[in-house]
């Protein structure tokens, strides 16, 4: 394998983190590419794997929101350097509790954003995922 480009945040194994599911994937939670921090799509669910908000979306955003905090602040960036935001709900009566909350962590951001409805995500108890893409400011 050749030298990686950039920096993984928090790797894992998705037979792991989805043992009701016969999956056996590299991936991270956050990616460092340069300047940019790429993070994979969050859900209710800690780093410890205990679902926050059970039937709850807005619950769910703001657990979702911790966990992107923590893991800009881990690849060197934060909140604050968001530069787009993809946020995905399982049914449309959903995204005024999940904009709310996602609105409170990025008040004052502007960033750019894109809002889908999908028929499901990977695990029936999550509601939202929302993912993000930031930048690290020059020193």
């Given amino acids: 394998m050749s030298q990686p480009t950039h920096t993984r945040i928090r790797m894992f194994n ?7 599911q ?20 969050q859900v209710g669910t800690d780093f410890d794997g205990k679902l926050v908000g059970l039937g709850d979306a807005g619950l769910q955003a703001e657990q979702a ?7 800009l602040e881990e690849a ?3 909140l604050s350097h968001i530069v787009k935001t993809t946020t995905y709900i399982v049914d449309p009566r959903y ?21 889908l ?4 995500l990977a695990q029936p108890q ?14």
């Fill in 126 to 139: 999550w509601l939202v995922e929302i993912d993000v893409i930031a930048v690290i400011p020059e020193a």
């Fill in 14 to 20: 998705t037979k792991d983190t989805y043992p009701n």
């Fill in 22 to 41: 016969a999956l056996n994937n590299d991936l991270c939670q956050a990616v460092r590419a340069g300047n940019t921090v790429y993070v994979r799509g």
């Fill in 65 to 71: 929101m911790k966990n992107i905090k923590q893991l």
């Fill in 95 to 115: 995204r005024e509790p999940v904009y709310l909350e996602v609105g409170k962590w990025l008040k004052g951001v502007f960033p750019i954003s894109t809002g």
């Fill in 76 to 78: 060197g960036s934060d």
């Fill in 117 to 120: 409805v999908v028929s499901g």
